[in-house]
């Protein structure tokens, strides 16, 4: 108890008044402002898996001692349930990070927060050689720190830890640079989240140098200062584990796409390039893609042609029309919602019925046949997710302004009497099915009756049988 309440102290020590609340439902212990009067408070953290230690100025603890710890106190840290300990708000001297540090390595901690803090003055981590750390998951956001340029030497103590941490996230933290030998320390790393920052064209390729970051999978360069997409390219190129890439969220200039020889990594599953900025689809485009995430841009046109795509996102965009997606054939999610999408004529319907997941809500339709037929068709397929109806308006015909297409009878999306019976057949077949396994459970009876009222007989004759 001694170790734990001593641990505890050292990172709580605070000079205003506060104290700690444990909530037992979350496992959150928050500690606000801890004072040595308060600090005892503490000791109801010990059941929560994660604390919180919030406010305050660590710097006057910065000469605070930490003695070596007796066996009892070591197999007191490793009882401890904590996995998750977040700091935030706090002004942190990194001499007592370096110190405070190496008692992690006596506990079950897996996760570190550091929120709005400030870390002061330089350490030298040389206590830290050769220690592995519990700790693989850590996060930085919104911090201000000494530049970490130049000071690779400083941190090669911490060698082995950072070897094997998994998750490192570093956002909102004005990143411009990212020195090479970092990523070289990271070798282990899967997830890089490097979001709200200001990394350019330039900084990637360094620090995405050659044999850096060798097993990452997921990285996130979301809202930075990205202005080319044949740098950004180039820059990940030699990342050959990478699955998932975020885009989003950068001014990447378009017009300019003189074709580039560039490759991207063929490991790259997802891509996120929602709010680019892009008025046309840039090429090259990952060759092996699941994923793709094009909403929020200003495309007008989109051909796209990729064996193995299983999602492609084009909401919130200019398209007129449904795009070409006959290149695709595993497609199973297309959304296409608030576009210009005045009509989407029946026969499109075969393009788009083996996808399981379709969107077209906030489009402006054209409620005739040829228009929006196919509309009321992926309807009664149960293919429209979200937004069906309400998110369904007709813009024309005059007549029909702002009715939901739902509600438009379907004598007027008809081109045809025959075209029209399929898929209301399959809707009151679906409807047969239900209500006739309902009664049959409930009184053994064969509603032939009801099945009479759908046309498609097989359907209802299944039902029968069941
Ligand atoms: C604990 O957290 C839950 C979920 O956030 C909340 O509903 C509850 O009120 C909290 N309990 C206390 C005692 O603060
Ligand atoms: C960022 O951290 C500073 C303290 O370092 C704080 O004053 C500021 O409010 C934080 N900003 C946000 C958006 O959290
Ligand atoms: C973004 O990059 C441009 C040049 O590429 C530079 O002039 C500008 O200062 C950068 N902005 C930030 C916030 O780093
Ligand atoms: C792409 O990024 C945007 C915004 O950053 C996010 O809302 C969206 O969910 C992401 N798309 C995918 C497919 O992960
Ligand atoms: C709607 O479709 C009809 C029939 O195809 C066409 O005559 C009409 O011009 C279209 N209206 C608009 C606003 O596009």
Redesign the pocket.
Request: hydrophobic share 25%; no cysteine.
């Given at each position: 108890m001694r170790g734990a309440a001593l641990l505890l102290l050292a990172l709580g020590l605070q000079q205003a008044e506060g104290r700690c609340f444990f909530n037992r439902t979350e496992e959150y212990c928050l500690c606000y402002r801890l004072t040595q009067q308060s600090a005892g408070s503490i000791i109801q953290c010990l059941a929560a898996s994660a604390v919180e230690f919030q406010g305050g100025d660590l710097e006057k603890y910065a000469d605070f001692a930490i003695e070596d710890l007796d066996a009892s106190t070591i197999d007191m840290l490793g009882s401890l349930e904590i996995r998750k300990i977040i700091f935030s708000d706090l002004l942190v001297p990194e001499v007592l990070l370096a110190r405070i540090l190496r008692f992690f390595s006596y506990t079950r901690v897996q996760e570190m927060v550091f929120e709005s803090c400030s870390f002061v003055g330089r350490s030298s981590w040389a206590d830290m050689a050769g220690q592995a750390l519990p700790i693989v998951s850590l996060s930085f956001h919104n911090v201000t720190a000494a530049a970490l340029a130049g000071r690779e030497q400083d941190l090669s103590p911490l060698g082995r830890w950072l070897g094997a941490l998994q998750e490192l996230s570093v956002t909102a933290s004005h990143v411009a640079v990212l020195p090479c030998a970092v990523g070289r320390a990271l070798g282990s790393l899967r997830s890089l989240d490097l979001a709200h920052n200001s990394l350019g064209d330039d900084s990637l390729a360094p620090a995405f140098c050659r044999g850096a970051f060798a097993q990452l999978q997921v990285l996130s360069l979301?809202?930075n200062n990205l202005t080319s997409y044949h740098a950004v390219c180039g820059g990940v190129q030699l990342l050959g584990e990478l699955r998932h890439l975020?885009l989003?969220?950068n001014a990447l200039i378009t017009g300019t796409s003189s074709s580039s020889a560039c490759q991207w990594p063929a490991s790259l599953r997802?891509f996120?390039l929602?709010?680019a900025g892009l008025d046309e689809v840039l090429t090259p485009l990952p060759p092996n893609l699941e994923?793709l995430?094009l909403?929020?841009n200003r495309l007008h046109a989109v051909d796209i042609s990729l064996r193995s795509l299983q999602?492609l996102?084009l909401s919130r965009n200019v398209l007129p029309a449904l795009p070409s997606i006959r290149g695709c054939p595993a497609l199973r999610t297309l959304h296409l919602d608030n576009n210009l999408i005045a009509e989407l004529p029946r026969d499109e319907v075969l393009l788009l019925e083996h996808l399981r997941d379709v969107a077209v809500a906030g489009n402006p339709f054209n409620c005739t046949c040829a228009g929006a037929g196919a509309v009321q068709a992926l309807a009664a397929m149960g293919c429209l997710g979200q937004g069906w109806p309400q998110g369904y308006v007709c813009q024309a015909p005059a007549r029909y302004q702002g009715v939901l297409l739902r509600d438009v009878p379907a004598s007027v999306l008809q081109c045809n009497p025959a075209a029209v019976l399929a898929p209301v057949c399959t809707g009151l077949a679906l409807l047969c099915v239900a209500v006739a396994g309902g009664l049959l459970w409930a009184r053994g009876a064969r509603p032939r009756w009801l099945c009479s009222l759908g046309r498609q007989k097989d359907a209802c004759n299944t039902a029968e049988r069941l």
């Open positions: 979301r809202h975020d989003s969220h997802v996120n929602s709010n994923v995430d909403s929020s999602a996102f």
